[in-house]
C-alpha cells in the first residue's frame, strides 16, 4: 500500500491527499513535520533528506517534492483524466503546476503565515500587505487565462488544479479583502463541488 508522510494541513501535503481521492488510490498516512516531529530523525532524511514533508514510499519507491508526487500517482493511476495523454494540455497542466510553485505560493505564503500562525502582536504590517499585493497581481494572470477555460489546462479537471487548487483554498478561506476576479471565483467554486477536493484540500486553517 502506499504510505504518505506528512501532517494534514500541511498546504502540500493536501496535494497528495486529493490526488489519491480523485484517482481512488489507497494509502496509509503517517504524521510527520510540525508538532509531530520525525523528519529530523535518520530514518525520514534517509528517505527524505530535505526533511520536509510530504514524502511517499510506494512499494519500495520513494519520492519526495509535492507536484512531483501528484505527477507520480496521477500518471499511474489517472493516466487520461488527471494525467492527461494529449502532450500540449499535459504541459499546461505541467506550466500551472510549475506556475504555483514558482509565483503563486510565494506570493501567498507571508500572508498566511502572518495571518494564521504569527500572534498578533508579532505581525508585520508591511509584509502582510506586501504579500496581498504580490498575490493580487498573480491571480489576475490566472484570471486572465480562466477567462476561456473551465480548468487550468483546459476543459477538463487535471492535476494541474490540484496542485494550485489547495493554495487557492488558502487564499479564498483567509479573513482578508479579495478583489473581485470573477473567472478566479468561478473556477474555486466549480472544485470546491468536487467531494476530493472537500475532504482533501479544504481544511479549516491552521
Not at 520513494?62 to 493511476?77: C, F, G, M, T
Amino acid at each position: 500500500m502506499l504510505v504518505i508522510w506528512g501532517r494534514a494541513n500541511s498546504v502540500n501535503v493536501q496535494k497528495v491527499l486529493w490526488c489519491c481521492r480523485e484517482a481512488h488510490v489507497d494509502y496509509e498516512r503517517k504524521e510527520a513535520g510540525g508538532a509531530f516531529g520525525i523528519v529530523n530523525t535518520p530514518e525520514y532524511r534517509s528517505r527524505n533528506p530535505n526533511g520536509l514533508v510530504p514524502t511517499i514510499e510506494d512499494d519500495g519507491f520513494v519520492l519526495w517534492e509535492s507536484n512531483a508526487i501528484v505527477r507520480y500517482l496521477a500518471a499511474k493511476h489517472a493516466a487520461g483524466t488527471l494525467y492527461p495523454t494529449n502532450a500540449e494540455t499535459r504541459a499546461r497542466a505541467d506550466q500551472w503546476m510549475d506556475w504555483s510553485v514558482s509565483t503563486f505560493w510565494p506570493a501567498l505564503r507571508p500572508l498566511f503565515l502572518g495571518l494564521v500562525r504569527t500572534a498578533p502582536e508579532q505581525r508585520d504590517q508591511r509584509t502582510l500587505d506586501a504579500s496581498h499585493a504580490s498575490t493580487v497581481t498573480a491571480l489576475q494572470v490566472l484570471d486572465t487565462s480562466l477567462a476561456g477555460n473551465a480548468f487550468v489546462a483546459g476543459d477538463a479537471f487535471t492535476m494541474g488544479d490540484i496542485a494550485l487548487g489547495c493554495g487557492i483554498w488558502r487564499w479564498m478561506a483567509l479573513p482578508i479583502e479579495r478583489p473581485a476576479l470573477a473567472n478566479v471565483q468561478r473556477w474555486f467554486e466549480s472544485l470546491a463541488t468536487r467531494p476530493a477536493y472537500r475532504e482533501g484540500g479544504m481544511h479549516p486553517l491552521t
